[in-house]
T-cell receptor
Framework: DAGVTQSPTHLIKTRGQQVTLRCSPKSGHDTVSWYQQALGQGPQFIFQYYEEEERQRGNFPDRFSGHQFPNYSSELNVNALLLGDSALYLC???????????FGEGSRLTVL | AQKVTQAQTEISVVEKEDVTLDCVYE???????LFWYKQPPSGELVFLIRRNSFDEQNEISGRYSWNFQKSTSSFNFTITASQVVDSAVYFC?????????????FGKGTKLSVKP
């Protein structure tokens, strides 16, 4: 039973570029949440998707957007990258909004 | 506002020592959930425990135990007879939305190093 898978695992971008990160939820899960974890900090909630709609959103600018597909997989898009966007981006899936979260290993983004 | 404070940034112990990781939280919600996660070097967060605000019973799971004290807004985590494999960053987290684990407020984490 595959857990939460994320791609790519590492990537390097330059300021102003755009990036797309992908997440496949654990089998049977229908809800995906995204977190940003800066070095030495705890994860910060970006947003949550359920039934292909954004259900909750944290305190992140509109440069951060997402999408959930009919197969429950999800993408996180970040436009106009800033140096401060360098972080580990974690995806977590659950069965419905109230389910226990299972995390992937993350995508480490470096912005130069 | 909701907040989680883990005052211990790093802890280093020798194998077989007991160690307690502190967690203090702030919330105005009457119903809330508290969590502990473990983050090994590989990066994924591993769920350890969830406790709701109405259940103040301490819990023990093998070498792990948790002490929830509502009066002091604390949810501390103790590892008994620590092992090298316990080395990781441990996060305490809070969810104020009833039943929802999607939006968690995390502390900054405590890095535990267990030396042989």
């Amino acid at each position: 039973d595959a857990g939460v898978t994320q791609s790519p695992t590492h990537l390097i971008k330059t300021r102003g570029q755009q990036v797309t990160l992908r997440c496949s939820p654990k089998s049977g899960h229908d809800t995906v949440s995204w977190y940003q974890q800066a070095l030495g900090q705890g994860p910060q909630f970006i947003f949550q998707y359920y039934e292909e709609e954004e259900r909750q959103r944290g305190n992140f600018p509109d440069r951060f957007s997402g999408h959930q597909f009919p197969n429950y997989s999800s993408e996180l898009n970040v436009n106009a990258l800033l140096l401060g966007d360098s972080a580990l981006y974690l995806c977590a899936s659950s069965l419905e909004v109230v389910g226990e979260l299972f995390f992937g290993e993350g995508s480490r983004l470096t912005v130069l | 506002a909701q907040k989680v404070t883990q005052a211990q940034t790093e802890i280093s112990v020798v194998e077989k020592e007991d160690v307690t990781l502190d967690c203090v939280y702030e919330t105005r919600d009457t119903t809330y959930y508290l969590f502990w996660y473990k983050q090994p070097p590989s990066g994924e967060l591993v769920f350890l425990i969830r406790r709701n605000s109405f259940d103040e019973q301490n819990e023990i799971s093998g070498r792990y135990s948790w002490n929830f004290q509502k009066s002091t807004s604390s949810f501390n985590f103790t590892i008994t007879a620590s092992q090298v494999v316990d080395s990781a960053v441990y996060f305490c987290a809070l969810s104020g939305r009833r039943g929802s684990q999607g939006n968690l407020i995390f502390g900054k984490g405590t890095k535990l190093s267990v030396k042989p």
